[in-house]
Each structure stands twice: as structure tokens, then as C-alpha cells.
């Protein structure tokens, strides 16, 4: 059968089943086209389809038995973040500060910015662009393909060992945005530091929202709940116990215990001074520094992974092979009882840190280490 075969089919069989009919299941050509159709709604258990023929297999990644992964794009450099915009185009940001997008899949990408200061973090609003660089958040508009503005709606945030990184843009119209410890260990004076801060639509400051976060390096939007997750990197110079990276929601006027508590590898036990201190919902080997984090919301998947988070663990600084992997979440309980289960989804990266679910359904990853932008789809 071939790939629009497929597709034509599953776009009868959701039809038979009282499926939505405004919109054809995506042909071959569509579900890699650059401008994204509004999805249906999932059928229980989708039909997988086969990979569009023009990409080339990504060599060396290992995944579960009907997953295949292949190259989305190459040559995008130290890639820290990955987001589509409201043109359907793959936007790709870089440490080494570059902000390129690649067309459709398989395309060559193209720079739209360059210079920017250790570039780790965006997010769209609209049609409007936040980059979150050393010391603070641009903003930028899309026209006609191309961004224009630069200026800096907030300034001044604190940097030293780590800096701010990832964006939330919050369905309220609020954001999120992850500020980090400037040392290893230490009672900082700024509270702004360490913590996940909260800014209201038009960047004025709204708070710290999570305190003791050391780094919190990836935030997420779970859609069925509309609350943010973020990815917290543990402490490197402990002695004894290792701490883990670890994840946890986050809930205003929470603590995640940094520096005075960490939890351990594997159970999340808390350890040291720990009054108040939130228990993580997950944790992951102790130096892979999690980073990435996005929650599942495509078709391609198939149900068991709707709403499963999956985070990029780019590895240990001081080399090695731990780490250089996506872990998959899979979410259950609430509140005081959440909790996730954490196992391996894909392994063979160099320095996997940008995750994103493509508009076909398809989980992207790029590669720090490579360059590299891979698609992971479920095939069979």
C-alpha cells in the first residue's frame, strides 16, 4: 500500500466512524506541507502511515518496536529550541545565535537572525516572537515571512552559572520563563534567580511563581489542564547522595528546595532541609541535565500517548554516555498524588535539547551535538 493509499483510507475509515468530515485525514504531500489543516478528532487507535519517502532514515536511533525515526533537516548548529510558527514553518534557535527556519521537511534551512546571546528559549504568541537570550527576552513580528522588531520587552535578569532559558506562553495570556541558579550551590540575593518567573501578557512582572529551582531549564503546557511542568537540573557537586534532575508542576508560591533540599535517584525521596518542599512528579538520572520537555498531543502516536510528556536528556558535562536520550512520561494521579513513570523512548543522540510535535504528528528532536533535526513517527 502506498503512503496516500493510506492515508486516503484512514480518511474513509474516520469518515465511517462518525469522525468530524470537515477536514480530509493529510495526503502524502499534506501531512509534510508547510502550512498545518485543523486535525480531527482522533480515532482510538489510528492507522499508522508510512513515512514520506524524501526523508532518509536517521542512522543510529533506537526506538520501541513501530517507531522509525528519520531527518527532518541538517545543519542548524548547537540546536537549543524547536517551535513552529502561526506559517507552519519549523522555527530553529541555536546557542551560538542563529535563528533559522526550515520551509517544509527535508528543506534546506534558512537564517533569519544572527548574533544573539546564548539564544535558548522561544515562544509564538500569534504572530509575534519571544527569544529568550542572556539576560533577557526579544521580541520580534512576523510579516510576509520575515521578523522584524528586536527590542527587549525584559532586561536585566539575572546570569551567572546558568541564565534564563525556556518560554511558556500560558493560555491565560501570562508566560512562564525559567531563570537559573548563578552558581552551583548558593543563597542568591536576587529571587529572581532559581526560579520559574511568572510575566503577565505585556512582559510587566508578575512574581515568582517556583522558587529553589537551581535550573529549570525546560517549561510545558499540558492541554487537558492548562498547567505548566518544568524540567529542573539538579545540583553537580554533592557529596554522598547524587541528586536527581527532576520534573514537577508548577503551582504558585511552590518550592522546589534548591539548595537546602534535593530529592534522590531513583525513588524522589527528599533529603536535607526539606519543610515545604514539593515532592517531584518524576526524576531522571542524576547529571543528564533534562532539559526539553513537550506533552503529546498528536494523532500519530496512537491513544496510549496522548498527554505522555517526553524530555530530552542531552548529558552529562563531563562526558560519557549517560544521558543522549529521549525519556518518555507517562502521567497519572493528581495533585499531592501525581506522579510519572519514566522509561526510554529514543536513544543514539549526541546532545539531544529541542522537542516539538510536528503538525503531522510526528515528535521532532534536535541534536546540539549534531545539528540535526529528527522525526520520530509510529509506522507500524
Known amino acids: 500500500m502506498t503512503r496516500a493509499t493510506a492515508a486516503t483510507l484512514l480518511g474513509v475509515l474516520l469518515i465511517a466512524c462518525g469522525q468530524p468530515t470537515a477536514q480530509p485525514a493529510p495526503t502524502a504531500t499534506a501531512r509534510h506541507s508547510a502550512t ?12 499508522p502511515l508510512p513515512p514520506p519517502p524524501h526523508l532518509a532514515p536517521a542512522a543510529g536511533i533506537q526506538l520501541p518496536g513501530g517507531f522509525s ?67 533577557s527576552i526579544r521580541a520580534y513580528h512576523l510579516t510576509d515571512g520575515r521578523l522584524s522588531g528586536g527590542g527587549s520587552v525584559v532586561g536585566g535578569l539575572p546570569v551567572g552559572r546558568h541564565q534564563n532559558d525556556w518560554i511558556a506562553a500560558m493560555p491565560n495570556g501570562d508566560f512562564l520563563l525559567g531563570v537559573g541558579s548563578t552558581c552551583d550551590v548558593c543563597n542568591e540575593r536576587d529571587s529572581r534567580s532559581a526560579a520559574v518567573l511568572r510575566f503577565r501578557a505585556d512582559w510587566s512582572y508578575a512574581g515568582v ?94 491513544a496510549g500517548y496522548d498527554e505522555n510528556a517526553f524530555v530530552t536528556e542531552w548529558g552529562t558535562n563531563g562526558g560519557g554516555p549517560a544521558g543522549r536520550r529521549v525519556e518518555r512520561v507517562v ?14 523512548f529514543a536513544t543514539g543522540f549526541s546532545h539531544p535539547l529541542g522537542i516539538v510535535v510536528a503538525p503531522d504528528g510526528g515528535l521532532l528532536v534536535g541534536d546540539y551535538g549534531t545539528g540535526q533535526v529528527t522525526e520520530i513517527f509510529r509506522t507500524s
Not at 106 to 113: K, S, V
Request: net charge neutral.
Open 69 to 135: 525515526a528519520y531527518i527532518y533537516a541538517r545543519g542548524l548548529g548547537t540546536i537549543t529550541a524547536l517551535a513552529f510558527g502561526p506559517d507552519g514553518r519549523l522555527y530553529v534557535l541555536a546557542a551560538g545565535g542563529s535563528l533559522q527556519v526550515v520551509p517544509a521537511s527535508g528543506a534546506a534551512p534558512q537564517t533569519l537572525l544572527s548574533g544573539l546571546p546564548t539564544a535558548l528559549g522561544m515562544a509564538w504568541r500569534g504572530r509575534d516572537l519571544y527569544l529568550s537570550v542572556r539576560g
Open 331 to 344: 502521567l497519572s494521579g493528581s495533585g499531592a498524588t501525581e506522579h510519572g513513570q519514566v522509561s526510554d
Open 209 to 302: 511563581a517556583l522558587r529553589g529551582t537551581r535550573n529549570p531549564y525546560g517549561l510545558a503546557v499540558r492541554p487537558s489542564t492548562d498547567d505548566a511542568y518544568v524540567t529542573i537540573n539538579g545540583q553537580d557537586n554533592l557529596p554522598g547522595s547524587q541528586p536527581a534532575d527532576h520534573l514537577l508542576r508548577v503551582v504558585n508560591g511552590g518550592d522546589a528546595g534548591w539548595p537546602r533540599c534535593w530529592p534522590a535517584f531513583p525513588d524522589g525521596s527528599l533529603h536535607g532541609n526539606c519543610g515545604g518542599v514539593a515532592r517531584p512528579i518524576a526524576v531522571f538520572t542524576p547529571h543528564t541535565s533534562a532539559d526539553g520537555i513537550v506533552f503529546y498531543d498528536g494523532r500519530e502516536f496512537g
Open 36 to 47: 498545518p489543516s485543523p486535525t480531527p478528532t482522533p480515532a482510538a487507535t489510528p492507522t
